[in-house]
T-cell receptor, first 112, second 114 residues
Framework: DQQVKQNSPSLSVQEGRISILNCDYT??????FLWYKKYPAEGPTFLISISSIKDKNEDGRFTVFLNKSAKHLSLHIVPSQPGDSAVYFC???????????FGSGTKLNVKP | DTAVSQTPKYLVTQMGNDKSIKCEQNLGHDTMYWYKQDSKKFLKIMFSYNNKELIINETVPNRFSPKSPDKAHLNLHINSLELGDSAVYFCASSQSGASTDTQYFGPGTRLTVL
């Protein structure tokens, strides 16, 4: 019973175009959401986050959108760069003691 | 100067053995975690410690025992290893354990049980 799901295991995008990574969750009590990026043989690194009181958060080329009614989260990367090629995990928390529920990741490949 | 380090990086062992994975963070954080990444690639929290005190203890078999000698270290000891324990184990730390704190992850330990 995974509460956070990333239904696309992989995504391939041309350099310079937009990458859209999607994430769905089931628990309406989640109040904080994050995206992590992971390169091979490394641990995940924090990318961007959003509180449930917002519907959008932007940081440079990265924007996270939250649609609470649809229980859907997305990460937009514009423009995509080859260095963005990695596995992206979304995660959600219930606001208690920093316990996060992670999705299974989407592997992004940005082609030069 | 690695922020969160884990040893060993790879661990291959036989069923029934006991093994430990060590984790150290030099970020001065109060909270540390262990996650397991299973075969379906989900990252699942196992344990978290805040200032050496156990905070989160998920439904993990009691063959798994975390030990925090000080707030910079959180080791994971596994008794009587089983095939299903094969996974990548990640250690992480965060400043205070608040839900808005960023977690910093180690590089992972790939455990293979034969």
């Amino acid at each position: 019973d995974q509460q956070v799901k990333q239904n696309s295991p992989s995504l391939s995008v041309q350099e310079g175009r937009i990458s859209i990574l999607n994430c769905d969750y089931t628990n309406s009590m989640f109040d904080y959401f994050l995206w992590y990026k992971k390169y091979p043989a490394e641990g995940p690194t924090f990318l961007i986050s959003i509180s449930s009181i917002k519907d959008k958060n932007e940081d440079g080329r990265f924007t996270v959108f939250l649609n609470k009614s649809a229980k859907h989260l997305s990460l937009h990367i514009v423009p995509s760069q080859p260095g963005d090629s990695a596995v992206y995990f979304c995660a959600a928390s219930l606001g208690n003691f920093n316990k996060f529920y992670f999705g299974s990741g989407t592997k992004l490949n940005v082609k030069p | 100067d690695t922020a969160v380090s884990q040893t060993p990086k790879y661990l291959v062992t036989q069923m029934g053995n006991d093994k430990s994975i060590k984790c150290e963070q030099n970020l001065g954080h109060d909270t540390m975690y262990w996650y397991k990444q299973d075969s379906k690639k989900f990252l699942k929290i196992m344990f978290s410690y805040n200032n050496k005190e156990l905070i989160i203890n998920e439904t993990v078999p009691n063959r798994f025992s975390p030990k925090s000698p000080d707030k910079a270290h959180l080791n994971l000891h596994i008794n009587s290893l089983e095939l299903g324990d094969s996974a990548v184990y990640f250690c992480a730390s965060s400043q205070s354990g608040a839900s808005t704190d960023t977690q910093y992850f180690g590089p992972g330990t790939r455990l293979t049980v034969l």
